[in-house]
């Protein structure tokens, strides 16, 4: 009799609500990467109609100026943006024909004329190099690393390490490093951590990403769960 009954235990049927939840919660999985990527290019697109749609100042000022030929606020709009656009497009055929050195110096020239834009202004061309055809490798010296803050065997943070120069303060080694945050990875904290708390890892920047995106779920993907000398 006794078993029995704990057979009977043993193959139980899960509850109504169970039953009920597990597919909504298999489903709810399913559908996150797609939900994930939709918010993220939401996002990226509320952010330039806000900079640059016609409510903006940017699109207001686009608009004044198509409104000299038409009548039609949308129209002048379009009309403006079309403009600029053919604007940018002449800038980008100048600077490939080889004025690119002379519109740098004209523009540093301006710009440093100003103490607080001229910040901004260093700043923002710093991180367009990064992008630009002759500044890869300045790109591909941001490299994923992980920071185990007090030491090796301490916490470990998967972070991005713009540079692989060291900074020296008070006689010791730091670098540089960014920890963004999940599951949007554009933002986070910059700290100086000590250097030898810094250890690469063997993926690239898109394996960051992904890592943090996902809530860390992939971190078994690109950090091994134990180091390959011990099998």
């Not at 029995?4 to 939840?21: C, M």
């Not at 489903?27 to 990467?33: E, H, I, R």
């Not at 900079?51 to 039609?72: A, E």
């Not at 923002?124 to 490299?143: N, P, R, T």
């Amino acid at each position: 009799m006794s078993d029995k009954v704990k057979s009977s235990g043993t193959g139980k049927k899960p509850g109504l609500l169970r039953r009920i939840a597990q597919p909504f919660f298999a489903g709810v999985l399913a559908v996150f990467p797609l939900a994930l990527t939709l918010v993220v290019v939401y996002g990226l697109a509320k952010f330039v109609h806000d900079l640059l749609g016609p409510k903006s100042d940017f699109g207001r000022m686009l608009g004044s100026f198509g409104l000299q030929f038409v009548t039609s606020d949308v129209v002048a709009y379009l009309i403006g943006l079309g403009v600029a656009l053919a604007l940018i497009y002449l800038l980008g055929l100048l600077v490939q024909a080889g004025m690119k050195n002379r519109w740098n110096v004209l523009v540093d020239t301006l710009m440093h004329r100003v103490p607080l834009v001229s910040n901004v202004y260093d700043t923002a061309k710093k991180v367009i190099q990064m992008f630009d055809q002759k500044g890869e490798s300045e790109l591909k010296a941001m490299s994923p690393v992980l920071c185990h803050f007090g030491g090796e065997g301490g916490t470990a943070v998967l972070a991005l390490m713009p540079s692989e120069q060291p900074i020296h303060m008070n006689g010791s080694a730091y670098r540089a490093v960014l920890i963004p945050t999940a599951p949007v990875p554009f933002g986070g904290a910059l700290l100086y951590v000590p250097a030898d708390w810094v250890k690469p890892v063997d993926f690239a920047v898109d394996g960051l990403f992904n890592v943090y995106m996902t809530m860390g779920v992939t971190s078994p993907d690109y950090l091994p769960p134990k180091p390959a000398s011990q099998g």
